[in-house]
């Protein structure tokens, strides 16, 4: 009898047609809403909770703690559920409300932290509670096994789904967990496929997507597999992710516009291609939020 983890991986990969500027250019969606948490988010919590528990670093006592901005949050409270272990999320408490209440629903402890620190503090609270209370961290901002489990699932999926045409490969940075991994994968194959990162202009906020300073920047980071980075505005993130459900009837959140906007500006720069995007939840967890008002 198939694990529920077993469905992790292996999401949709579909064209969008109605959007897309470029006939010469075939724009595909990645759509890890289909996962089972409903983000891209599972591969890294599976990858991190499996990881550990195999090298025996965490077991059924350990308190674990992790800081999120809601998807890994999510991924990490169903995953820690079903091998019974407990951990406690931290995360901004300007977050939506479907974020906060499903974490709970699996039994997770959920602490909210001031809404003007961000992910910072967020951070530094897990930090704090790791150094004086006894707890550890998965970090996701850290761990290898973020990224490997992309290299392992998302990147060979996505190669395999093209029949390896994939010229483009567009992701939101976040973690970047998603964008180091299928980076490491994909140029593997063949270096000549472009990685295009996305982040918020300037004064943006974008759920899912950080413009990260400097002492915070994901240890996982690793700016050379990167070819190239496309600052988004937060009005196009959330226009265009208005518009995947509208036109294409994919119903995702405000990263997802994010990694379109990027994507339709790379289909306006090239004349052919293949080029893939991460649609990387659902939209159902921003109905409390403005962006579908």
């Not at 982040?199 to 690793?222: D, K, M, N, T, V």
Request: with cysteine.
């Amino acid at each position: 009898m198939a694990s529920l983890l077993d469905f992790v991986g292996n999401t949709p990969l579909v064209e969008i047609k109605n959007i897309n500027p470029n006939p010469k250019v075939r724009l595909l969606a990645k759509l890890e809403g289909h996962n089972p948490g409903g983000s891209v988010k599972d591969r890294a919590a599976f990858s991190m909770i499996k990881g550990a528990l195999d090298r025996n670093e965490i077991d059924q006592h350990t308190k674990l703690i992790e800081p999120t901005s809601g998807n890994t949050g999510i991924a990490l409270a169903m995953i820690a559920r079903l091998y019974n272990l407990n951990i406690e999320l931290v995360m901004p408490e300007n977050s939506t409300a479907e974020r906060v209440k499903t974490m709970r629903a699996y039994g997770a402890k959920v602490t909210l932290t001031p809404a003007e620190g961000s992910m910072e503090t967020a951070i530094d609270y897990a930090r704090q509670k790791v150094e004086e209370d006894g707890y550890v961290m998965l970090n996701q901002f850290g761990n290898p096994d973020n990224y490997m489990a992309h290299y392992r699932t998302t990147g060979p999926e996505i190669w395999r789904d093209t029949e390896g045409t994939v010229t483009h490969f567009v992701s939101a940075m976040g973690t970047t967990g998603t964008i180091m991994g299928t980076s490491r994968f994909l140029k593997e194959k063949n270096n000549n496929i472009q990685i295009v990162g996305t982040q918020p202009q300037e004064g943006s906020r974008i759920p899912g997507i950080r413009r990260w300073p400097e002492a915070y920047l994901p240890a996982i980071f690793e700016k050379e597999r990167v070819d190239q980075v496309i600052d988004v505005s937060q009005t196009d993130a959330e226009n265009n992710a208005r518009r995947l459900a509208k036109e294409e009837g994919i119903f995702s959140g405000v990263s997802s516009g994010g990694a379109l906007t990027a994507a339709l500006k790379v289909a306006e720069q090239i004349e052919e291609g293949t080029i893939v995007f991460i649609v990387c939840d659902r939209g159902d967890r921003y109905l409390s939020s403005e962006l579908f008002s």
